[in-house]
């Protein structure tokens, strides 16, 4: 099982799982907040990761919770989800690396993470050098100006990054969407539309994101 999000990081840590560990994901486990039917604060929309996993040949389960699902609620919503693939499949593993680690326990299944360790640089070049393609779809605005998202992942963006900027994006500066690499079998047909800005409040935080809009071509 893999934790999959739509983002970069999950799909490198796949990557690297296959590569390296020689695993064979039986399905991709993604969050999904209700009633906005999408990926939280990335903002990315579940019909947009579903066309991932179509391109991939890889089966997708969502976990649907509440946009202010707690601890227990993620708990038990994991559970139902996780628990017939541990009794059916008989897979106590998940590959992940943006996935609280207590909550793992509760499910109890064993947290693999094949990017344990790496620094951000390192992670933006083995990205890049396996040949993957992403769209940055977000960026907090505390840390990166509007102008920023809708570009290209690309050197050209890493080497754009004001300085102190992981260039992975592994403190939350920004999100991304893949679409395309070698886990596809074939390209999504996105492209990145208008860009709009948006307020959130998490644990009386307030945060201010840049997103596009990210539309299929067919």
Same mark, same amino acid.
């Given at each position: ?19 390296? /560990?020689?695993? /064979? ?21 579940? /019909? ?5 996993? $179509?391109? $991939? ?13 707690? #601890? ?30 207590? +909550?793992?326990? /509760? ?15 390192? +992670? ?17 605005? #505390? ?7 809708? +570009? ?7 080497? #754009? ?39 959130? #409040? ?17």
């Amino acid at each position: 099982m893999v934790h999959w999000n739509g983002e970069m990081t999950t799909a490198l840590a796949l990557y690297e799982a296959k590569v390296r /560990h020689n695993v /064979h994901p039986v399905t991709l486990l993604t969050p999904i907040a209700q009633p906005a039917n999408q990926n939280a604060t990335q903002g990315l929309a579940a /019909h947009l990761i579903e066309r991932q996993a $179509m391109s $991939m040949g890889l089966p997708l389960q969502p976990i649907y919770h509440t946009e202010e699902a707690d #601890s227990d609620e993620m708990c038990r919503n994991w559970q139902a989800v996780i628990g017939p693939y541990r009794t059916s499949v008989g897979i106590d593993w998940l590959v992940a690396e943006e996935v609280d680690e207590n +909550l793992l326990q /509760h499910v109890g299944v064993e947290l693999v993470r094949p990017l344990a360790g790496m620094e951000g640089a390192e +992670l933006a070049d083995r990205f890049l050098g396996a040949g993957f393609q992403a769209w940055v779809s977000a960026v907090n605005a #505390s840390w990166l100006e509007g102008d920023f998202v809708g +570009l290209a992942y690309d050197e050209y963006f890493v080497r #754009s990054l004001p300085k102190g900027v992981d260039p992975f994006g592994r403190r939350g500066e920004f999100h991304t969407y893949v679409y395309d690499g070698p886990l596809f079998r074939r390209p999504v047909p996105v492209v990145a539309g208008d860009r709009f800005f948006k307020n959130w #409040s998490f644990s009386a935080r307030l945060q201010a994101y840049w997103y596009v809009g990210l539309e299929l071509t067919q």
